[in-house]
């Protein structure tokens, strides 16, 4: 295993950073230095925005910029909280994500996060039934146009987000059942879905072979990864606590050693500090803790 190693930008630019945002410049410089080969891009404003950025001379300017620090893209995650593609009308939630392809093909990025924006909540059967088929209609009509583009739209799930259990996460994937649509599969959003079943309306569902059994059941729909280590707690009690590696409860030796098969393809690795206010320093030492356990996991 190989893998392009990045950081999320979004990690200085929530939670702690939300009153002084991190300029995107000042990130790149700090993830060239840090050892990292690329970014993901945070899609809320100050960083990267189809706004921001409106011409195509404009964002090859910016791409020039991420070049110029010996960088590459390897994502870009998007703002869709005004329109739940489970809640919303289609054509709104489509529009937008034709501009976000529009701007990923300016930038030569090829994969966009997306997640349900709606929090976990039970609903009756009716109408969860119909959300479903709202969510999946909205999501392969998204795939469909994202691969005309050359572009794969990946699924972030996690505690703080509507379908948050293994079953449904398969369910959905299965579902949409399109190449261009696959799940993103963040090391911490798994532990705490599949190990602790946090924030899961109902009765919880777990899984005894941990973040392993997770990733071995949705084997062939992982088009992306995330990697952070989970101490078992949420974040505010809405997501994912974003713990440092190695102070947490997954072993990524013993899990990149077996799940080798499932995620070895996958080009980019991305490094997700989010909500963190120690990531400056915590990502600095992610990069050689993620590299000694690839090298004792080969």
Not at 87 to 110: R, T
Request: aromatic content about 12%; proline content about 7%.
């Amino acid at each position: 295993m190989n893998p392009k190693l990045s950081i999320g930008s979004w990690a200085f630019a929530f939670g702690p950073f939300a009153a002084s945002p991190w300029p995107f410049s000042r990130i790149l410089q700090y993830a060239s230095e840090a050892g990292y080969d690329g970014v993901e891009i945070n899609g809320f404003a100050p960083h990267p925005t189809p706004e921001l950025y409106p011409t195509k001379e404009s964002r090859q300017a910016l791409l020039e910029e991420i070049q110029s620090y010996g960088l590459g893209i390897s994502g870009y995650a998007p703002d869709f909280t005004a329109v739940p593609p489970a809640q919303c009308e289609p054509a709104d939630y489509l529009q937008l994500m034709e501009s976000y392809i529009q701007f990923c093909v300016d930038l030569g990025i090829d994969t966009i996060r997306v997640d349900t924006v709606s929090p976990p909540s039970a609903l009756e059967e009716t109408e969860y039934e119909e959300q479903f088929a709202r969510l999946v209609f909205t999501w392969k009509a998204s795939a469909e146009l994202a691969a005309a583009s050359g572009i794969r739209i990946v699924w972030e799930f996690e505690p703080g987000f509507w379908l948050n259990k293994p079953s449904e996460i398969k369910r959905l994937v299965e579902t949409v059942g399109h190449p261009s649509f696959q799940i993103l599969f963040d090391t911490s959003h798994a532990y705490m879905s599949g190990v602790v079943g946090a924030r899961q309306p109902g009765e919880k569902e777990v899984l005894p072979g941990g973040i392993t059994e997770f990733a071995k059941l949705l084997d062939g729909h992982i088009g992306h990864f995330h990697l952070i280590d989970s101490d078992g707690t949420l974040h505010d009690e809405e997501t994912s606590t974003h713990a440092a590696f190695g102070a947490g409860d997954i072993d990524f030796t013993a899990f990149l050693k077996e799940l080798k098969p499932v995620v070895a393809d996958i080009n980019w690795w991305c490094v997700d500090f989010c909500f963190n206010a120690e990531v400056e320093e915590w990502g600095r030492e992610a990069v050689p803790f993620i590299r000694k356990a690839i090298k004792e996991a080969d």
